[in-house]
């Protein structure tokens, strides 16, 4: 269930690619769904800090979403999230922010370019909202850049999509999208290495072995 300028609502078993809003068909659920995220939206600590136990910590720091003291020196682009808290809000937009990815590629997929540039605007605009409330945090760099390479514009994404590589070097998203627009700025020796690291990811998801 989504909330926004329109509620969407999704069967995601039987429709994974999130392409028939079921909400005018299903309001009665809809409603339910809107009121229950209301509910959690309103919660005090939605947009506040809150502490966490250890493994909760832990699972967030794989996650990306939680750094040590240690990650944060040195680096302006880490978050600047005391060790073992997390804010409640920017978790949401992030997790938000790449499911909107995902379904831009879907959208691609399935030869939908209007519902695609809808889908482009609408993590544009969470990243945005990211980036407001937490300038630092190193999903922005990751998520802007996909947004603006899938909107064709190749020179802004550049720079995203390089710091974003640094911050996030196992992503196949990433490099396939350095390839193109290193080609396009007529950086061939870097795209010749973006393509090369690439075909190494590609070939450990293939092969993990």
Request: aromatic share 6%.
């Amino acid at each position: 269930m989504i909330e926004g300028a329109e509620v969407e609502l999704y069967d995601l078993e039987k429709d994974p690619d999130e392409s028939d809003n079921r909400a005018a068909l299903e309001r009665d659920v809809a409603r339910e769904l809107s009121e229950r995220l209301a509910a959690v939206q309103s919660a005090p600590d939605w947009s506040e800090t809150r502490s966490v136990g250890p493994e909760e910590s832990e699972l967030l720091m794989a996650l990306g979403y939680v750094v040590s003291d240690n990650a944060l020196e040195g680096d302006p682009f880490a978050p600047g999230l005391p060790d073992a808290r997390v804010r409640v809000a920017d978790v949401a937009l992030i997790s938000e922010g790449e499911r909107l990815l995902r379904r831009v590629l879907a959208a691609r997929r399935a030869g939908k370019p209007e519902r695609r540039v809808e889908l482009l605007g609408k993590a544009r605009g969470v990243y945005e909202e990211l980036r407001r409330r937490d300038p630092n945090n190193p999903h922005i760099p990751y998520g802007l850049a996909l947004v603006e390479f899938g909107s064709g514009n190749c020179a802004l994404a550049l720079p995203l999509l390089e710091r974003a590589a640094e911050l996030h070097p196992f992503r196949l998203p990433l490099f396939t999208a350095l390839v193109q627009c290193y080609r396009e700025a007529g950086r061939y020796s870097d795209a010749e290495q973006a393509q090369a690291v690439l075909a190494s990811l590609t070939e450990q998801v293939l092969d993990p072995d």
